[in-house]
């Protein structure tokens, strides 16, 4: 009988075994290209490596094209009592792994990279994750740049989930041939100074579009995500009530879109669509409102140099992209993971992250090293690209988000995509504010 | 003490049911793990609010009160059951004539067609949705609105407006399972003894008489099974509006399951999301007793076989 029962043993393992490897094909990479702060995350296989072999086994789970396989080998060189296995999979894979790990109590590895959009996921769960001020972190707050250390923590301050990575600072890529072709001087300072503020880009934008017959930039949502940035308080206060009615931030970064949309100054190219790639190439419009990780996509589709430039947005810049590290509950080793994560996360590190694979760091000590300084870039008409982006990334403001930030934005884009598709605006942002109230209600 | 005597050959007996049990058990397994407990827990779940992170809270029918006067989930209902008849009615009226043409013995390639025709059900999800953004673009140069501008229609925006979003995800629908639902259609034909179309041709018959007299009364079982199949399949539709319309889910194209899996993965409402669920349990149960009485008495008016 208990031949029978190996066999059985046997054959229950390796069909569950199966069905556990059947994986979900359905991570749809093209509407979500936009919260990955890398070039590529087409690839959807989880490669998993372990880097030393010291007694200490750190399981690192982390998306993207990040090269820290190549930081590990040398903190594990230094610390040979460590050994980090790094697993990296596709982003949103990764993040549902996570989520579903924390809700079970169990698997979650022992530091984990967080999307900066997808942290707001995570912030009701202050129990899964270690406070990083318990190990120290309030130490090396002050290298990095406040609003980003802000995210990471929850609304009163004193619980920080993760150390920041690298960020996506915001700018405005232009082409310097439209601008030319409408009469303008197209130098990055020229441009800075002629589109200073939101007015401005919409009197330029009119110009252009007399001139040219082209529009000043791609769709409404970057508009809208720029003036969004720039405001103080967004969709949540602090404590987590939507006063997105209470004041007039929100309102007029959506009325300012709707009225370019109305003009017919901005173009109706929803992002990640072909057209919109396709047109980054063909200049059919003149600006992107967009931040320093869009620069390889740019350079993807438009191969000509000197071409694209880039300057400031007018009035401030704003953030899209950048991650954390944290280390959750679980971890056996919660002293030893937050010493790797600070490591990694020192601007020295920071910086060879930024020469590797291109991650902006979010230490503003790295923005005074000369390596960083007088990184030129010959594609951009070969001015100092860092500093633009530096500069953008000194000028966000802290706000805070909260965990149903990201279902509210949709439901105004929702709203600003109706208006391009000819709704009325009034209509459109009472119908937004209904959908908000019964998300909220769930 | 004769016990242990009866009891080694009662385990004997028994050790022969319990091997047999043993070696079905792996289903059996797999399905309370994967299946029947999801389903008892989503039943429980949805009496309860729970982000999926903090503790569950009891709320009684507060989920079902909210997802019934939420007007998204009822246009979430009609939205399945629009796209479902628009994308499985031509499906199958297509699927037929593709099948019999490719029975036929007039055609030549035959197997590079079947072959071909099969192509779309394989095909990647995400290459579907690259295409089919193609096809259907709200830009005036999107294949579908440059079609329609040689009739001087105007450029439509198939991603947000009524109509245009169903047509696009029920072609998705029709174009992904067309192919499959034709390889039934043609396994069922090629049961049917080839004497009685001679038979008919001798005596004169079209080809439209052929189909109509001979093909679609002899194949009533496998169309009533690809009918069925295809009903509830077609409310579990989920994909297609996933991928044509983004995370957002406008609710012009909005499915139940869509409906469900927003509120669970994006809202992290898992309580009206499982409420939702038992909702759609419902409908199909209600569905398959349909679907049960229907074949059942058309088992018994007549013999087919």
Redesign the interface.
């Known amino acids: 009988m208990s031949k029978f029962l190996k066999l059985a043993g046997v054959s229950v393992l390796s069909v569950s075994l199966m069905a556990a490897c059947g994986g979900d094909e359905s991570s749809d990479a093209a509407t979500n290209g936009g919260n990955n702060n890398n070039e590529d995350n087409s690839n959807s296989d989880t490669t998993e490596e372990t880097i030393g072999d010291g007694d200490i086994e750190l399981v690192f789970w982390e998306f993207g094209n990040t090269g820290y396989d190549k930081l590990i080998e040398e903190y594990v060189a230094d610390n040979p009592h460590v050994s980090i296995n790094l697993q990296n999979s596709d982003m949103n894979d990764m993040h549902d792994n996570l989520f579903t790990s924390i809700s079970a109590g169990t698997g979650a590895p022992d530091i984990t990279m967080i999307e900066e959009a997808q942290i707001e996921r995570y912030r009701n769960a202050e129990d899964a994750f270690t406070n990083l001020y318990d190990h120290g972190a309030s130490d090396v707050e002050g290298e990095f740049l406040e609003w980003v250390w802000k995210n990471g923590e929850n609304a009163e301050g004193n619980f920080l989930f993760g150390l920041p990575t690298d960020i996506g600072p915001t700018v405005m890529f232009y082409r310097t041939d439209v601008f030319e072709e409408a009469g303008f001087d197209s130098s990055p300072e020229a441009v800075s100074e002629l589109v200073k503020t939101w007015d401005d880009f919409e009197s330029v934008a009119k110009e252009i579009y007399e001139a040219t017959g082209k529009q000043m930039t791609d769709a409404g949502e970057l508009v809208y995500n720029a003036r969004r940035d720039q405001s103080t308080e967004q969709y949540f206060s602090p404590d987590g009530e939507l006063i997105i009615e209470e004041h007039n931030q929100i309102k007029d970064a959506y009325e300012y879109t709707s009225s370019l949309l109305n003009e017919g100054l901005v173009g109706d190219i929803p992002l990640w669509t072909p057209e919109w790639f396709a047109g980054m190439g063909d200049g059919t419009y003149a600006t992107m409102l967009a931040p320093a990780w869009m620069q390889g996509v740019i350079k993807d589709n438009e191969p000509e140099e000197g071409v694209w430039s880039i300057t400031t947005m007018p009035e401030g810049a704003g953030n899209w992209g950048g991650s954390y590290l944290a280390v959750p509950a679980e971890s056996e080793n919660p002293e030893e993971a937050y010493k790797f994560i600070e490591w990694l996360t020192a601007p020295e590190q920071q910086l060879k992250a930024f020469q590797g694979y291109g991650l902006f760091p979010s230490a503003p000590a790295v923005y005074d090293m000369p390596e960083f300084k007088e990184y030129e870039d010959e594609y951009f008409g070969g001015i100092a690209t860092a500093q633009v982006f530096s500069e953008a990334a000194q000028a966000v403001e802290p706000v805070f988000k909260g965990s149903l930030y990201y279902p509210v934005d949709d439901e105004v884009k929702q709203a600003i995509d109706d208006v391009a598709g000819g709704a009325e605006p009034q209509g459109a942002w009472e119908e937004a504010i209904e959908r908000i109230k019964r998300i909220i209600e769930r | 003490m004769e016990k242990p005597k009866k009891t080694r050959r009662m385990?004997e007996k028994k050790?022969t049911a319990?091997?047999a049990y043993?070696?079905i058990?792996?289903f059996f397994?797999?399905f309370a793990?994967?299946g029947l407990f999801p389903m008892i827990f989503s039943f429980y779940l949805s009496f309860f609010r729970w982000?999926?992170?903090?503790p569950m809270e009891f709320t009684g029918w507060r989920n079902f009160q909210?997802i019934f006067s939420?007007p998204?989930f009822y246009s979430s209902i009609k939205n399945t059951f629009l796209i479902g008849i628009m994308g499985t009615a031509p499906q199958i009226v297509a699927a037929l004539f593709l099948a019999f043409a490719l029975n036929s013995q007039l055609i030549r390639f035959r197997n590079t067609f079947r072959t071909m025709v099969f192509l779309p059900y394989i095909t990647?999800?995400?290459a579907v949705?690259?295409i089919f953004?193609?096809v259907f673009?709200?830009?005036p140069?999107g294949f579908a609105n440059y079609f329609l501008s040689l009739f001087d229609i105007s450029p439509i925006?198939w991603n947000?407006?009524y109509w245009p979003v169903k047509i696009a995800i029920a072609t998705m629908v029709f174009w992904r399972w067309v192919g499959y639902n034709t390889i039934i259609f043609l396994a069922g034909m090629q049961s049917i003894p080839k004497e009685l179309y001679e038979a008919a041709k001798i005596d004169g018959a079209t080809v439209f008489q052929q189909i109509r007299l001979i093909t679609i009364p002899m194949l009533k079982p496998i169309i009533m099974f690809v009918v069925f199949t295809a009903t509830i399949g077609s409310f579990q539709l989920f994909?297609e509006p996933?991928?044509f319309l983004?995370?957002?889910l406008?609710e012009e194209g909005i499915t139940i399951v869509a409906y469900l899996w927003r509120?669970a993965?994006?809202?992290?409402?898992f309580?009206?999301a499982s409420a939702a669920a038992i909702v759609l349990f419902f409908i199909i149960i209600t569905l398959t007793a349909v679907n049960l009485l229907i074949t059942n008495r058309i088992g018994r008016s007549k013999n087919l076989g």
Do not use: K
């Not at chain 2, 982000?51 to 903090?54: E, K, P, Q, R, S």
């Not at chain 2, 993965?265 to 409402?269: A, D, E, H, T």
């Open positions: 385990s050790s319990l091997s043993v070696f058990s792996p397994i797999l793990v994967f982000d999926g992170l903090a909210f939420d998204v990647s999800i995400v949705a690259i953004g193609v673009n709200n830009q140069f925006r947000a407006e994909t996933l991928i983004g995370r957002g406008r509120d993965f994006i809202y992290n409402s309580g009206t």
